[in-house]
Nanobody, 125 residues
Framework: QVQLAESGGGSVQPGGSLTLSCVLS?????????VGWFRQYPAAQREFVAA????????RYGDSVEGRFTISRDTSKSAAYLQMTSLQPDDTAVYYC????WGGGSPYERDYGTWGQGTLVTVSS
């Protein structure tokens, strides 16, 4: 059974940085999977943040985070990361990682079948 576990959320001041981690378990071949990061504001749908295919080099970012956030991975640790810089109050949300076997790194929530529990990021002075 595939499971995802996010960590790294917390509180940070505007302009600060934070790195989220997502550890994947129950997967034999990571290169068969796509991983995405999404965020959710209160009473709102999840918004696409970033995604990649584990077996490829291409990365995709949402318009609101392009140039400020970086997605990466460490196969030896079965972990995906979301490095966030220049954080602003509008980045305050619950951040989720998601995975899909044979996925293409889609920006759509519906294309991911496995989700983590989420981690809260709060940007406030």
């Amino acid at each position: 059974q595939v499971q995802l576990a996010e960590s790294g959320g917390g509180s940070v001041q505007p302009g600060g940085s934070l790195t989220l981690s997502c550890v994947l378990s129950g997967i034999t071949t990571l290169s068969n999977y796509a991983v995405g990061w999404f965020r959710q504001y209160p009473a709102a749908q999840r918004e696409f943040v970033a995604a990649f295919k584990w077996g490829g080099s291409a990365k995709r970012y949402g318009d609101s985070v392009e140039g400020r956030f970086t997605i990466s991975r460490d196969t030896s640790k079965s972990a995906a990361y979301l490095q966030m810089t220049s954080l602003q109050p509008d980045d305050t949300a619950v951040y989720y990682c998601a995975a899909e076997k044979w996925g293409g790194g889609s920006p759509y929530e519906r294309d991911y079948g496995t989700w983590g529990q989420g981690t809260l990021v709060t940007v406030s002075s």
